[in-house]
């Protein structure tokens, strides 16, 4: 047992044949009673445990970033280091694993220094029982090369005294440390062999000799045909000691953020300039939203890798220190989350919008109930609320009827849905037709709540029912509620102008129309408008209107003259527009026009006239003789058939007259005789 009265940090006693080495001012006493069995038992002990607890985990390095046997948190590395193989990490270091000794010169040899305890020293001091030159010998276990693209080894050392020069340092190599590469495990004879390490002649730190103390770092590429390496140190005459040796190889240090998980990247060779990739990972129920590839460069990483939570989850923390985890948890019922790529925060779900339901959990939109509906044209997202059809217009009616249009009025309905696209579909057909309803035109809403329409081009004196439909974005898909939205309005337009008679002259004598084909009501009469004509054709003259009476004879125009003429319908509200003007030349007595149908024929020629009605049509033929002459003609006939007429009539009279007075007298006398019969007395 070594005792000391006072500490420090790099201070070192050795026990030398039983006798106190006095170094750095330090009282070293040795106390020589060892009680061996019961040491022995104990190491007996320690060691079984260890070889039935730890032989698998400790036959190769197994990553001593991992593995610290001392469980000694004081010490930590770099975080760009991947740690291999740590002589601190281990309470013995020559209980077999990690360390092996070959001491072939009969002396001590390398010995630990520490008691058994945590962190201890790789010490060796042989040379003053030595007549020749040292070869003491200390083996690693397998050490794997891992991922590794470039291994270092550091070691760190002191010498007290040399062979060849007892107190004033080491002036030639007395230490090296060799690797032996391999492709696994081999067996522990070949592990301690030297030669296997001095054939390869492979030395990884020469620990200089004329350096006191120091720590040397050496590295090395991994042969691409092995997978480890072990380390063995020669020492060949020195008093010292090996405080620590170390195997790593530098990383990107893995880590977690969020969801990401970055994994451990081996950068390359600081000589070679290249790079190393590895995928990140996200956590479950995430996706990546970008590419998980990480970059190693000789001094540095760098990725753009992010995960967001699956449609359906959102992100929680679960541990803010070390580092940030996050999970992905379901959305709970009557919430939903669906993943977006350019979203930012993942780490709510969001309320069902409104007139919506999300029944189970996990959801990844909220359904619109029944009767409600987003707009399907993909201009309302899941965020956005369920609306509904309007209800129909209110105070619908008509207002205003002309020959051509109805104006109708409402106002808004008294739900819009929850939007503000309402607008409001006319459709039009004549009452009693079998046609389809026609869409006349649509009115947007506004803000105002009354509206009015008015339908154009429609017949005059004609009933029309009016349709109007409230819609909106989402009426399409309600289909079952269009009666419910559509109410009815009916209406009659007005008597207008008539429109235009087709007027023709036939064989310059008769002057023929028909009804205009838009009467635009009741036709109550036709105006004849004339223009005299001069021999160069030019109208010269007044006008001269004169109307007709379709059911009387009348005198239209006057007599032998040369004439331009147009003609007009009438209705309750007015003439209508006038005809096209033909040209004609009256005769020498005047016109008459008779008309009981649709057709109304004039005639211009005075020795024509025809009658027509709807049953009988009378044609007079063309007179001849004195007769023909003139008017005067008519006028003699006239009187002399009156006459004739007047002096039958007066024969008839008398003749009537004297039998009515014979019959009576010869009646008188009769009755006479009959009273004086005493039976009728």
Known sequence: RVQT????????????????????????????????PLLAMRLFVVCLVAATLL?????????????????????TYPPEWH????????????????????????????????????REQLRVCDYRQATQPQDNWVFTQFINFDEAREIYVNASYQYIACINNERNGCDTLQTTVYRYETNGQVSNAARVNPANYLSNEVSVLDLAASENSGIRIDTFRPSSSATGFYLGVQDTGTCGSIERITAYYRVCPGMRDGLLTIPEVPLPPMSSGGSVTKEATCAANSFNIASLTVTATTDACSTDAMCLCNTGFHSEVVEMMPELIKECQECAPGTYRTAMINELDDSECSQCPVNSVAEVAGAALCECEGGFFRKDDGSEGIDSDCTASPSAVQNYRSTN????????????????????????TIEIREQGSLSDFRTDGQESGTTERNYTYTV?????????LIRIIAENGVSDQDPDTLDDRRVEVRAKTREGLPGLVDVEVIDNAVLVWQRPEQPNGIITGYDVRTFPIDEDGNINGTETIKPFDPDQFFDVLERNLNISIEVRANTSVGGGIWSDPVTATTGSSNIVVVTKDRNITVFVDRNITVFIDRNIT????????????DVTGYVIVAVICAAIG??????????VICCCRKRSTRKSKTITSELKNPYFQ
Do not use: M
């Open 5 to 36: 009265r006072q500490s420090g940090v790099g201070i070192f006693c050795y026990c030398v044949e039983d006798r106190a080495l006095l170094k750095n001012g330090l009282d070293v006493r040795v106390d020589t009673e060892l009680k061996l």
């Open 55 to 75: 032989w698998p985990a400790l036959a190769q390095a197994p990553g001593d970033r991992e593995f610290n046997e001392c469980g000694d948190d004081d010490h």
């Open 83 to 118: 740690v291999l193989f740590d002589t601190w990490n281990y309470e013995d270091l020559f209980d077999g694993q990690p360390l092996e000794v070959l001491n072939e010169d009969g002396g001590s040899g390398w010995i630990a220094g520490g008691g058994g305890s945590c």
């Open 401 to 424: 009827q002309t020959s051509t249009t109805i104006t109708i009025a409402w106002s808004q309905p008294a739900s819009l849905g929850g939007r503000g696209d309402t607008y409001y």
């Open 456 to 464: 154009v081009n429609l017949n005059p004196v004609t009933d029309y």
């Open 618 to 629: 009378i044609e007079v033929e063309a007179c001849s003789g004195i007769f023909c002459a």
């Open 646 to 655: 007047a002096i039958v009539t007066a024969l008839i009279v008398v003749i």
